[in-house]
């Protein structure tokens, strides 16, 4: 896996973990405005890293193969184990 790939993957997840730990605090703070905020830039800056990975790296999930040519490419490449996604 090549290094723009690899950072590309870090911001997924760092952005991932802030979605998650700020929805745990919106269960309980619904209507606090800042935490609202910070949960659509971390949803934002998620669905960029997510966009640029796909397009440079492979798809990231099943249904974001584009699976209109004549092959299923999820398989193409290197498993995780492999190096590869």
Request: hydrophobic residues 40%; negative net charge; charged residues 15%.
């Amino acid at each position: 896996m090549n290094e723009n790939c690899m950072q590309l993957l870090n911001v997924i997840d760092q952005a991932s973990f802030a979605m998650d730990d700020v929805l745990l605090y919106l269960d309980t703070h619904p209507c606090d405005q800042a935490a609202l905020s910070y949960y659509q830039s971390a949803a934002g800056m998620r669905r960029q890293a997510m966009d640029a990975y796909q397009q440079s790296c492979g798809p990231l999930m099943a249904d974001s193969v584009n699976s209109a040519g004549a092959c299923w490419l999820w398989v193409q490449g290197p498993w995780p184990w492999e190096g590869g996604r």
